[in-house]
């Protein structure tokens, strides 16, 4: 079992970093330490970094991992969107990067009681931060059947979001759904039988991950506090994984950069963008073949940079 977190697009996250040059840098989204290890040793000796997460579990075995580079290194148990806050409280202000890496790790995945996968049987848990109270649980046994299938569609782009969401309810009113195979089992069942390129609960299991967390408001709020906090010059680095997270960057680096995000039809601008940030990737960059077959999972990646103006 895989017991170390491979970093996604390490050699892009560093270069587009300038993590050589040195200075403050803070990791959004720290989980095992990959990109963190890697940008404090490029940048030695006088780099240091900031490594939030909401996982606690996750920053235990990151201290491990980062424990040589001493106090040029501080991590925080918080949620990206209090980035600001966070940073602030650590005087980290005008840094010279910023990486939010938004995938969860097979460190993650592969911890049946968090309940992430539906490969493994498990609680319906879901919880980045355990002390939190919202859990998959109580959405699939106490929501609406019409607020279910609004997260199945939204967050998971589910086209089965009503069927499953109908099937949840009339089978929680035998028993309550506990376990992962239990919604598993429902979303395999809305579809049917036959192959499919996905499993059939992959889109609903991401869909309760997101709501159980926040992740696409939590981002949207991060974003703008990432901007302010770097120097002019400063980098913004986010690796994607999905269409929804990559969407909100990609508009707030248009909107940044000076481009009308307004909706087709309207006769007159009203978003009236600034210009703050300059595109560095016109397309996003996306793991080359000899990295997905080391680390399969880093096949759907996207990796955007953006630098302050």
């Known amino acids: 079992m895989?017991?170390?977190?491979?970093?996604?697009?390490?050699?892009?996250?560093?270069?587009?970093?300038?993590?050589?040059?040195?200075?403050?840098?803070?990791?959004?989204?720290?989980?095992?330490?990959?990109?963190?290890e890697g940008i404090l040793?490029?940048?030695?000796?006088?780099?240091?970094?900031?490594?939030?997460?909401?996982?606690?579990?996750?920053?235990?075995?990151c201290a491990e991992r980062l424990r040589r580079f001493g106090d040029r290194v501080l991590l925080a148990h918080q949620n990206f969107a209090r980035l600001l806050a966070a940073a602030e409280s650590a005087g980290f202000r005008a840094v010279n990067g910023i990486i939010f890496d938004l995938g969860m790790s097979s460190l993650q995945i592969g911890q049946?009681?968090?309940?992430?996968?539906?490969?493994?049987?498990?609680?319906?848990?879901?919880?980045?931060?355990?002390?939190?109270?919202?859990?998959?649980?109580?959405?699939?046994?106490?929501?609406?059947?019409?607020?279910?299938?609004?997260?199945?569609?939204?967050?998971?782009?589910?086209?089965?979001?009503?069927?499953?969401?109908?099937?949840?309810?009339?089978?929680?009113?035998?028993?309550?759904?506990?376990?992962?195979?239990?919604v598993a089992a429902i979303a395999q069942g809305a579809y049917g039988g036959g192959k499919?390129?996905?499993?059939p609960a992959t889109r609903t299991f991401q869909a309760l991950r997101i709501a159980v967390n926040g992740e696409l408001d939590n981002l949207r709020s991060a974003l703008a506090h990432a901007r302010d906090l770097l120097a002019t010059g400063g980098r913004l680095v986010i690796i994607a994984f999905h269409s929804l997270e990559d969407r909100?960057?990609?508009?707030?680096?248009?909107?940044?950069?000076?481009?009308?995000?307004?909706?087709?039809?309207?006769?007159?601008?009203?978003?009236?963008?600034?210009?703050?940030?300059?595109?560095?990737?016109?397309?996003?960059?996306?793991?080359?073949?000899?990295?997905?077959?080391?680390n399969p999972r880093s096949r759907s990646a996207c990796l955007r940079v953006a630098e302050r103006v």
């Open 112 to 182: 049946p009681q968090r309940g992430f996968s539906w490969q493994q049987e498990g609680p319906l848990d879901m919880r980045m931060d355990p002390t939190q109270a919202l859990t998959a649980k109580a959405i699939v046994n106490t929501w609406r059947q019409e607020e279910i299938a609004d997260v199945l569609w939204e967050y998971g782009e589910e086209r089965h979001a009503r069927r499953i969401a109908r099937r949840i309810v009339a089978a929680r009113r035998t028993r309550p759904l506990t376990t992962v195979s239990d």
């Open 248 to 294: 909100i960057v990609k508009r707030f680096f248009q909107r940044a950069a000076g481009r009308c995000i307004c909706p087709g039809g309207i006769p007159q601008c009203v978003c009236n963008p600034q210009v703050t940030l300059r595109v560095l990737t016109r397309k996003p960059i996306r793991p080359d073949s000899q990295e997905c077959a080391r």
């Open 41 to 61: 040793a490029q940048s030695s000796p006088g780099g240091r970094l900031l490594g939030l997460d909401l996982d606690p579990f996750a920053l235990e075995r």
């Open 2 to 36: 895989q017991t170390r977190h491979i970093p996604v697009l390490l050699p892009h996250v560093l270069e587009a970093l300038r993590a050589d040059t040195g200075g403050r840098f803070i990791d959004c989204t720290v989980n095992g330490g990959g990109h963190a």
């Open 196 to 199: 499919r390129r996905i499993h």
